[in-house]
């Protein structure tokens, strides 16, 4: 049975289940009330038959003529009996049961008594009578319940041609409902079906129903995990090819030499020199995206100590600002607060080197170099500026990514550049690992800033 039956049959289930105790709530209340009333006026009118009922001088009980009038409302259903102490019948109105007492067991009661007997068929009070503390008989006034039976019966048959009147439509409609809501995860069972077939993760589910209710929200986070995943093989795809271009040209220049050694049968200088060279740059490939790929795994153990940024920033200057010379370029500290923070002391000094690094990379030769340190009330703000191309605003999204270098947007010599488009990736981890941010406001012709920001001491030790 599918999941659509079973959900109508369930919710039908629990409506007859429901309509059918309301029924019988409303009917036992119904029955209350309906007793209530008659032995409200079952009461007042043994009162007022009370005071007709007396006793000659020999001691028997006797009823004086009762009025015309008396049960001018009821005078179809009442039915009075009045019994000796001897439970000899002295008074009836009506023979509907002949000489029958109305209720046997009120013959012989010493209170007041409520009872329903003949199968329902009336509502009896018996009320013993007494003289001078001796019982001397007993008064039963009887309702006659046929038309109440009726009225009972025919309530009853509405109720139960309501209820399945109620449970068709409800059935009606909550199969309708369900039919609607299956269709769309049926829709998404086929939207599923249809990506593992068709090996097409840029497929998505088209989800006419309410946004948010679970199945929308179920629809959302499957699109959302698609375009995850859509991501991820486009980045693993690219990733492959950059690594295999990236490859291909140490390789080639290895190869080459190695060619030309075996070909004249002796080892130049040069060649040496181009193979070690060669060699040196495919190692940091390989390190750099081994580091890449342990810290977006989360597998870099991060153990942070205070970090003395003032001192890193002026060391990593040191260590650049020779190179920057050497292609009169000019490098220099803007501004430079004391601030200390919560962090790797070799990681973060690695996001400066790349980032340094990479101004140094692509400033033309004469340009400038800006570097800045300062704090604000929770953070230390650095920033790194180029007087170099900058870079087109559709380059952006991808900037920190493997592999991106913009060779296009920094208009530059692929011969110029040293790197592989890691070092911005790295430095993007590592500062994010650190509850820092990175960004970057650049603009075609105006150069290039880096902006990073890490929590200062206290606000990141974990």
């Given at each position: 049975?599918?999941?659509?039956?079973?959900?109508?049959?369930?919710?039908?289930?629990?409506?007859?289940?429901?309509?059918?105790?309301?029924?019988?709530?409303?009917?036992?209340?119904?029955?209350?009330?309906?007793?209530?009333?008659?032995?409200?006026?079952?009461?007042?009118?043994?009162?007022?038959?009370?005071?007709?009922?007396?006793?000659?001088?020999?001691?028997?009980?006797?009823?004086?003529?009762?009025?015309?009038?008396?049960?001018?409302?009821?005078?179809?259903?009442?039915?009075?009996?009045?019994?000796?102490?001897?439970?000899?019948?002295?008074?009836?109105?009506?023979?509907?049961?002949?000489?029958?007492?109305?209720?046997?067991?009120?013959?012989?009661?010493?209170?007041?008594?409520?009872?329903?007997?003949?199968?329902?068929?009336?509502?009896?009070?018996?009320?013993?009578?007494?003289?001078?503390?001796?019982?001397?008989?007993?008064?039963?006034?009887?309702?006659?319940?046929?038309?109440?039976?009726?009225?009972?019966?025919?309530?009853?048959?509405?109720?139960?041609?309501?209820?399945?009147?109620?449970?068709?439509?409800?059935?009606?409609?909550?199969?309708?409902?369900?039919?609607?809501?299956?269709?769309?995860?049926?829709?998404?069972?086929?939207?599923?079906?249809?990506?593992?077939?068709?090996?097409?993760?840029?497929?998505?589910?088209?989800?006419?129903?309410?946004?948010?209710?679970?199945?929308?929200?179920?629809?959302?986070?499957?699109?959302?995990?698609?375009?995850?995943?859509?991501?991820?093989?486009?980045?693993?795809?690219?990733?492959?090819?950059?690594?295999?271009?990236?490859?291909?040209?140490?390789?080639?220049?290895?190869?080459?030499?190695?060619?030309?050694?075996?070909?004249?049968?002796?080892?130049?200088?040069?060649?040496?020199?181009?193979?070690?060279?060669?060699?040196?740059?495919?190692?940091?490939?390989?390190?750099?995206?081994?580091?890449?790929?342990?810290?977006?795994?989360?597998?870099?153990?991060?153990?942070?100590?205070?970090?003395?940024?003032?001192?890193?920033?002026?060391?990593?200057?040191?260590?650049?600002?020779l190179i920057s010379e050497y292609r009169d370029?000019?490098?220099?500290?803007?501004?430079?607060?004391?601030?200390?923070?919560?962090?790797?002391?070799?990681?973060?000094?690695?996001?400066?080197?790349?980032?340094?690094?990479?101004?140094?990379?692509?400033?033309?030769?004469?340009?400038?170099?800006?570097?800045?340190?300062?704090?604000?009330?929770?953070?230390?703000?650095?920033?790194?500026?180029?007087?170099?191309?900058?870079?087109?605003?559709?380059?952006?999204?991808?900037?920190?990514?493997?592999?991106?270098?913009?060779?296009?947007?920094?208009?530059?010599?692929?011969?110029?550049?040293?790197?592989?488009?890691?070092?911005?990736?790295?430095?993007?981890?590592?500062?994010?690992?650190?509850?820092?941010?990175?960004?970057?406001?650049?603009?075609?012709?105006?150069?290039?800033?880096?902006?990073?920001?890490?929590?200062?001491?206290?606000?990141?030790?974990m």
């Amino acid at each position: 049975m599918s999941i659509r039956y079973r959900l109508a049959a369930t919710f039908t289930l629990l409506g007859i289940i429901f309509l059918a105790v309301f029924g019988g709530v409303m009917y036992f209340l119904y029955s209350n009330i309906i007793f209530a009333q008659l032995d409200e006026l079952l009461m007042l009118e043994t009162i007022h038959l009370s005071g007709y009922v007396y006793e000659d001088k020999m001691g028997y009980l006797k009823i004086q003529p009762l009025p015309s009038d008396i049960h001018r409302q009821t005078k179809d259903k009442l039915i009075i009996q009045v019994w000796n102490k001897d439970n000899r019948l002295i008074y009836q109105n009506q023979m509907v049961i002949g000489l029958q007492p109305l209720a046997p067991d009120g013959l012989n009661a010493q209170d007041t008594l409520f009872s329903t007997t003949y199968n329902g068929r009336f509502r009896v009070l018996s009320r013993p009578i007494y003289n001078d503390e001796s019982h001397n008989g007993t008064l039963q006034i009887g309702y006659d319940l046929t038309v109440f039976s009726l009225t009972e019966n025919s309530l009853i048959r509405e109720m139960v041609l309501f209820t399945i009147f109620a449970v068709l439509i409800a059935s009606s409609l909550i199969y309708l409902v369900v039919s609607r809501e299956i269709r769309r995860i049926i829709n998404i069972t086929d939207t599923v079906k249809r990506i593992n077939d068709a090996d097409d993760p840029s497929l998505r589910i088209e989800d006419t129903g309410p946004r948010g209710d679970e199945i929308g929200e179920l629809a959302i986070a499957f699109n959302h995990t698609m375009s995850r995943l859509e991501n991820i093989l486009i980045s693993q795809r690219r990733f492959l090819a950059d690594v295999s271009h990236e490859l291909r040209t140490p390789m080639t220049i290895i190869k080459g030499n190695v060619d030309l050694m075996r070909r004249f049968g002796e080892f130049d200088e040069e060649s040496l020199n181009t193979i070690d060279t060669q060699t040196d740059r495919l190692t940091r490939m390989v390190t750099s995206l081994l580091l890449l790929e342990q810290v977006e795994t989360g597998r870099v153990e991060i153990k942070k100590t205070p970090v003395n940024m003032a001192d890193l920033l002026l060391e990593v200057y040191q260590e650049l600002v020779l190179i920057s010379e050497y292609r009169d370029q000019r490098m220099q500290i803007e501004e430079i607060d004391l601030v200390v923070v919560a962090g790797n002391r070799d990681q973060l000094k690695q996001v400066l080197l790349n980032l340094i690094s990479n101004a140094i990379n692509y400033t033309p030769d004469g340009g400038d170099i800006y570097l800045a340190l300062r704090k604000d009330e929770s953070s230390v703000i650095i920033t790194i500026k180029d007087s170099g191309p900058g870079i087109p605003e559709e380059d952006l999204p991808y900037l920190f990514e493997r592999f991106y270098r913009g060779e296009k947007s920094r208009a530059r010599q692929a011969s110029q550049i040293s790197g592989f488009g890691l070092g911005l990736s790295i430095a993007y981890w590592i500062v994010r690992n650190h509850n820092g941010t990175i960004k970057v406001n650049t603009a075609p012709g105006k150069g290039t800033e880096f902006i990073v920001r890490l929590p200062l001491t206290g606000a990141g030790i974990m």
